[in-house]
């Protein structure tokens, strides 16, 4: 690898681990579709508790973040590219999901990501 690859992996290595607010308007599962050549985001509603948790409207408690939750999506996204997939979610509907400016521009990396990796027929795992 490359210098300037290792730096830049580096650098987006270390900025993984940093805190983040999150977004009380829910959260995204971005996944990709290969077959269909599409990249797939589920929208889940949340609600973000005193402790800056975020938590399930239905049941009150914490959505865990290390084992598998069964919800419903509220909304199905898919695109062909990040930009198709962006204008869904962004633009299509209102009010939009998404209330967080810092939560909008993670999505959009990684529905970049998530591009690249259809087009190179690589598997994608969201940040």
């Known amino acids: 690898m490359n210098q300037a690859i290792a730096e830049a992996a580096a650098i987006d ?18 996944y990709l579709d290969h077959e269909q050549g599409l990249i797939c985001a589920k929208h889940f509603t949340n609600f973000i508790d005193d402790r800056g948790l ?9 959505i865990p973040t290390r084992s598998k939750v069964e919800r419903l ?9 990040a930009k198709e997939i962006c204008v869904q ?3 299509a509907h209102a009010p939009c999901p998404i209330t967080m400016i810092d939560h909008a521009s993670y999505l959009g990396r990684e529905f970049q990501r998530a591009e690249a990796a259809l087009l190179s027929g690589q598997e994608y795992v969201q940040d």
């Open 54 to 62: 975020a938590c399930d409207p239905a049941t009150g408690k914490p």
């Open 89 to 91: 979610l962004f633009e």
């Open 13 to 30: 290595q270390k900025l993984s681990k940093r805190p983040i607010n999150l977004d009380p308007g829910g959260y995204i599962i971005i």
């Open 73 to 81: 999506p509220t909304r199905l996204y898919s695109g062909r590219t």
